[in-house]
């Protein structure tokens, strides 16, 4: 079992609850309020930029030129890319940039970025990549399963995010990132790996908690 897989395996309880959380499902079946869908939007959008940066400690605390090809493309495919999708739905909903800027980021967001960013300067490359994986992974596989379900992705509102995260320019990101940390973990310790371990479960029930926030609409 690669490193990746038993990440992964660890994580399925949360992730499990990730897939059934009534947020992620009302994407799913279109019944998702326009409000909690533009709470969450505004939120994430702020939470992107944070995670643009956890991607750049990796850049600068790589000393591989290839890794450090990957993560800059990583942080442009963020930024102008996954973004994208949050820019169409700001204009379709009337919000501009600097409408964003003035919404504070909630408890849990805060606490979500600042926990990726704490371990990422304390860490090395390795902590950077699990610490990222667990949410560009299982925005993945929820875009494939939403996907998958009759009518979603033709969604006339939420259809876009659903293609957007099904898309195979997004898996291959993501799968890209898999491989590159079974790379940089093959062959490390039992001590070493629970530690990867207890980031990546802890950033999935981070997932988890923005998923629960956005639901709420908490503050």
Known sequence: MTISERLYKAAQPVWKECHEHPFVKGIGDGSLTIEQFRYYLLQDYLYLYDYARVFALGIVKSKDPKVMQLLSKSVDNILNGEMKIHRSYMERLGITEDQVFQVKPSLKNV?????????????????????????????????????????????????????????????????????????????????????????????????????????????
């Open 111 to 219: 606490a979500y970025t600042n926990y990726m960013l704490a371990v990422s300067h304390a860490g090395g490359i390795a902590e950077v990549l699990v610490s990222i994986l667990a949410c560009s992974w299982s925005y993945a596989e929820i875009g494939q399963v939403l996907a998958q379900a009759p009518g979603a992705a033709d969604h006339a509102f939420y259809g876009e995010w659903i293609t957007g995260y099904a898309s195979p320019e997004y898996h291959s990101s993501n799968q890209a990132l898999v491989e590159l940390t079974d790379k940089l973990l093959e062959g490390c310790s039992e001590e070493a790996y629970q530690r990867m371990e207890d980031i990546f479960v802890m950033c999935s029930r981070f997932e988890l908690d923005f998923w629960e926030m956005s639901w709420r609409l908490e503050s």
